[in-house]
């Protein structure tokens, strides 16, 4: 189908980017200038913000609670951004829909972001957030079944990466993965996948703008032939966590998506690709005010309860 219309309105309506390098903190001030105030956002029984306190350093979490209960299962959610954007403010509406739809206890993670702070130093934020959700599940009022990690975009990649280094640790904790549109390889060589040529312009995200979005991070360190940089190049993929992978038709990194689930499939782990029709990457935090793509929050929820 044709980019959703609501999409393609909204998208025709945007100024073209300033001329010149990206600077990450007038670009962050106008994803927060773009969030909503309190009293507009969706009503959950609690959010606090409290700080995961780990053997590493603390690190920022928002706790939203959906309803009054004596347990939970637990959603740990790492935001995305191209690893320089995106906050526990940014993306709290995307963190309540889970928790609503869900009814798990969701922890969003404020992680380090590039190029402050070098990689892997939001990567082991986020790490370290699942294991301190673990080691704190009376606190949390774990009930101690699912754990489960989610993430869009480069949230996504975080969420490929921690189940790989859980796995590798020995650390058995995670009991599904949810990635929405992520970014899984950052070797940016359009003849690698033909989503990047085929929406390589005019669906928002555009092919030619990865890498510099992702300069920042790559230029911290993070190198795109590390498996923890670059999931899908992780040679063996079995014993991780049943996956969900929600892709977007309209997406240069929809085929990434789609081929590390039938790696995954190939592995012996439960994977299922789910890709939304009409949509462009990042529909999950920009356009998920559209019922059809609302659902994504529905399908995830599923998924956690093994109803999909």
């Not at 029709?277 to 995830?300: D, L």
């Amino acid at each position: 189908m044709p980019l959703h219309p609501d999409i393609a309105q909204i998208l025709a309506g945007l100024p073209a980017p300033p001329p010149g390098p990206l600077d990450p903190v007038a670009m962050r001030a106008a994803e927060e200038a773009q969030v909503l105030p309190l009293e507009e956002r969706l009503p959950l029984h609690s959010v606090e913000d409290t700080t995961a306190r780990t053997p590493a350093r603390e690190v920022p979490v928002r706790i939203y609670t959906p309803v009054e209960a004596d347990t939970y299962g637990l959603l740990i959610y790492f935001h995305g951004g191209a690893f320089f954007l995106g906050s526990l403010e940014t993306h709290d509406h995307v963190a309540r829909s889970l928790a609503k739809e869900t009814g798990l206890k969701v922890v969003s993670v404020g992680y380090r972001l590039a190029p402050e702070h070098a990689f892997p130093a939001g990567l082991k934020d986020c790490y370290a957030a699942v294991r301190w959700a673990a080691e704190n599940g009376g606190t949390l009022a774990w009930d101690g079944t699912t754990l489960a990690v989610a993430g869009d975009s480069s949230g996504g990649t975080f969420v490929a990466a921690v189940a790989g280094m859980a796995h590798d640790d020995g650390f058995d904790r995670i009991t599904h993965q949810v990635m929405f549109y992520p970014s899984l390889d950052l070797d940016f060589d359009v003849d690698r996948y033909a989503s990047l040529r085929e929406n390589a312009v005019g669906y928002g995200l555009e092919t030619a703008g990865l890498k510099p979005f992702n300069a920042f991070y790559l230029g911290s360190g993070a190198d795109p032939a590390d498996p923890l940089v670059s999931p899908i190049k992780r040679a063996d993929l079995t014993g991780l966590p049943p996956a969900l992978i929600v892709t977007a038709e309209y997406d240069p990194m929809r085929d990434e998506g789609e081929l590390y689930g039938r790696r995954l499939k190939g592995a012996g782990v439960d994977a299922t690709v789910s890709r939304y029709p009409g949509a462009g990457h990042g529909f999950v935090q920009h356009f998920s005010w559209i019922p059809e793509y609302h659902r994504v929050f529905e399908e995830t929820a599923a998924f956690l309860k093994g109803e999909s």
